[in-house]
């Protein structure tokens, strides 16, 4: 295996034809690569692989943070809007009475107090809010609602 890049926003590596590659592994191996340079692992990856000639080339970044806020109550909604990052992609659902307000940060980007406004496993309830919900706002909820409730 020979890492080709090594940075705090992405890891490439190839594995040569005959080199023994277990997919498994690709975690441990790009926790390692991260922690040996002296950078901080990702709590979650993005990895594609590619296969050519015997050859694979592994590109890793970090995953996008995301993020949900749920509440019957609409200023819960905004107070998370109002904190939520520039440049994050996010949508405002209704679903069974509660608003859901799902964030994701731009690639390679942390947002801290993320905690602070959005549930814990709440990744189910976005996802179903995608599905079932009715979309109140499809794309830049955050950024409209921070405009019209100043």
């Known amino acids: 295996m020979t890492a080709q890049l090594i940075s705090q926003g992405a890891v490439a590596l190839i594995f040569e034809a005959g080199e023994k590659f277990v997919p498994s592994d690709t975690a441990a191996i790009i926790d390692g690569l991260l922690t040996g340079a002296g950078l901080e692992p990702w709590p979650e990856a993005v990895v594609e692989m590619f296969d050519g000639g015997g050859a694979i080339l592994i ?22 809007a109002r904190a939520c990052p520039d440049g994050a992609s996010s949508a405002l659902y209704l679903l069974d009475g509660h608003y859901v307000l799902d964030m994701t940060l731009p690639l390679g980007t942390h947002w801290h107090d993320m905690d602070e406004f959005c549930l814990e496993g709440a990744g189910g309830y976005a996802a179903r809010a995608r599905e079932h919900g009715r979309a109140l706002i499809e794309r830049g909820a955050a950024d409209k609602l921070r405009k019209i409730f100043k």
């Open 59 to 80: 590109i890793a970044r970090p995953a996008p943070q995301r993020g949900t806020a749920v509440s019957t109550d609409f200023e819960d909604i905004i107070r998370a």
